[in-house]
């Protein structure tokens, strides 16, 4: 069964910058792509960014050129760089694995505040 524990969650100020990681256990994870959401209270998780099983990534036109995507297939684990961050980027950040849509149950996520 797929297992998900994200951290590196935390406040940091607008422009500041923050790294999330999400360990994956319980699939063969270099196999898979994966992708980190967010979600704020009362609107529906988005796709932030993705990244294939080849390298391949994609991300949401508001964090393109501001987030970094990358995976590490020796530790099983996925990152997400967020340079220059913005108030509306606050949200808690969750991993999953799919390129175009969730196809695992969610872990508890990681909460990212931006505020001064």
Same mark, same amino acid.
């Given at each position: 069964?797929?297992?998900?524990? @994200?951290? %590196? %969650?935390?406040?940091?100020?607008?422009? &500041?910058?923050?790294?999330?990681?999400?360990? +994956?256990?319980?699939?063969?994870? @270099?196999?898979?792509?994966? #992708? *980190?959401?967010?979600?704020?209270?009362?609107? @529906?998780?988005?796709?932030? #960014? #993705?990244?294939?099983? %080849? &390298? +391949? /990534? $994609?991300? #949401?036109?508001? +964090?393109?050129?501001?987030?970094?995507?990358?995976?590490? !297939? =020796?530790? !099983? /684990?996925?990152?997400?760089?967020?340079?220059?961050? $913005?108030?509306?980027?606050? =949200?808690?950040?969750?991993? !999953? /694995? &799919?390129?175009?849509?969730?196809?695992?149950? *969610? &872990?508890?996520?990681?909460? +990212?505040?931006?505020?001064?």
């Amino acid at each position: 069964q797929v297992e998900f524990v @994200e951290s %590196g %969650g935390g406040l940091v100020q607008p422009g &500041g910058s923050l790294s999330v990681s999400c360990v +994956v256990s319980g699939i063969r994870f @270099e196999t898979y792509s994966m #992708a *980190w959401y967010r979600q704020v209270p009362r609107k @529906e998780r988005e796709l932030v #960014a #993705a990244i294939h099983s %080849g &390298g +391949v /990534t $994609k991300y #949401a036109d508001s +964090v393109q050129d501001r987030f970094t995507i990358s995976r590490d !297939n =020796a530790k !099983n /684990t996925v990152y997400l760089q967020m340079n220059t961050l $913005k108030p509306e980027d606050t =949200a808690v950040y969750y991993c !999953n /694995t &799919g390129f175009i849509r969730p196809s695992s149950p *969610w &872990g508890q996520g990681t909460q +990212v505040t931006v505020s001064s």
